[in-house]
């Protein structure tokens, strides 16, 4: 293994850190941005041109803020807690790729840090983990809020991972890989939504609940739980939440636009090989438009209804789909 | 096939590096001045009482068995879904029959009222 390759390595893993970073902090503006012009408010407009400089100003306000720790919290599990929620939300897109294979004067560049050949249950396995985050943190923090915010998120999201779970199958049954490079090149014939319909729409919705975005934010209902899991958390550690939520938008968008709308596919890729992530990016932000503009629209739903609505339409619909999908591959012979 | 897993590897290690600069920033730059009101839990405004971690509702422990049983059923669908279109119609009746077993104990779970939130 030479050192280059290694050096290739590092250099992709700090774009991804740095897009993911950045995507967090450039979300939150995107976000208070739109909810401002669909509420008819002007929104943020001090920090610099269209207030760009506003999540750097909130970033630095928050690191000079006093962190607070309750006097009961289990101090150890109370700090890492946003720590473990954090590390998956950045990694997890670590196998989607961003565009095919780049030629720089004879030296091959791969848009891509890694294509596995288990990508899918990569990911399956990376989103579950910051589940611990989560529960730890509501449990730790020695208040009663926190630790039921902490219990519903819990439930919400191992509910609603089901159907997400199975909402996946339907596009791998299709293309016969778990890789998201080959799923990805198969939809040059047709992005996979036009195929799988149904489990796109179950996608959408199960992620939307899985990242405990509105109307499905019941963990951090703010009338009943104050802020739910985070409320004890002050300082860069509630920054540290803020970021995992964010920075989970954007990768559950980024793997939603790969599986569904074609990944970095677009039009005058073959002519221009490096519009492969600007066609990827463009496709997550037209994701985080629809999850900000859900928020803005419908109402929190009331937390029983929530779950039956996972457990009695979601999973089996899912499960319905994955065996109408394999009935269909099976007797035309796959796409 | 070590290869494919090693930047991910990669990537881990960065990432765990800047989840723990982070904190440390905020530990770094911001003031600690102590009082003891700061460090009680809050609860918007009102005096805390009792125990801040309490029994928990049974509805939790049933939603997380219920969880496991079909998140390890969901996991078998991957590996059949990739190789489905080689094997054909066999799987197809194989995996028909497996989940017509998840859909037992779906049911099954429905009609003991595990689903509802009452």
Known sequence: MEPGVILEWVIKSVVIL??????????????????????????????????LLQPVADGIKLIFKEELVPAEADKLIFNLAPVITVIPALIVTAVVPWGGVLDINGFKLSLALTDTNLAILYIMTVTSISVYGITLAGWSSNNKYAMLGGLRATAQMISYELALGLSLVGPVLVAGTMSLGKIVEMQQGGWFILFQPVAAII????????????????????????????????GMKFALFFMAEYAKMVAVSMIGATVFLGG????????????????????????????????????????????AFGWKILFPLALANVLVTAVVVAFMGGK | MVNEFLPIGVLIILAVALAIVVPTLGYLFGPRRYVPAKSRPYESGMTPFGPGTRRVSVRYYMIAVLFILFDVEVVFFLPWAVVFKELGVPALIEMGLFALVVVVGLVYAWKKGALEWE
């Open chain 1, 203 to 234: 996608y959408f919705i199960a992620i939307i609940a899985e990242v405990n975005r509105a109307p499905f934010d019941m963990p951090e209902a703010e009338q009943e739980l104050t802020a739910g899991y985070h409320t004890e958390y002050s």
């Open chain 1, 18 to 51: 740095i897009s993911m970073t950045a995507g967090f902090a450039y979300t939150t503006w995107y976000e208070r941005k739109v909810l401002a012009k669909m509420q008819v408010r002007i929104g943020p407009n001090r920090a610099g041109p269209f207030a």
């Open chain 1, 264 to 307: 970095y596919l677009g039009p005058f890729l073959d002519i221009a090989p490096w519009l492969g992530p600007v066609w990827l990016w463009v496709k997550v932000a037209v994701l985080l438009f629809v999850f900000i503009w859900i928020r803005a629209t419908s109402p929190r739903i009331r937390y029983d209804r929530l779950m």
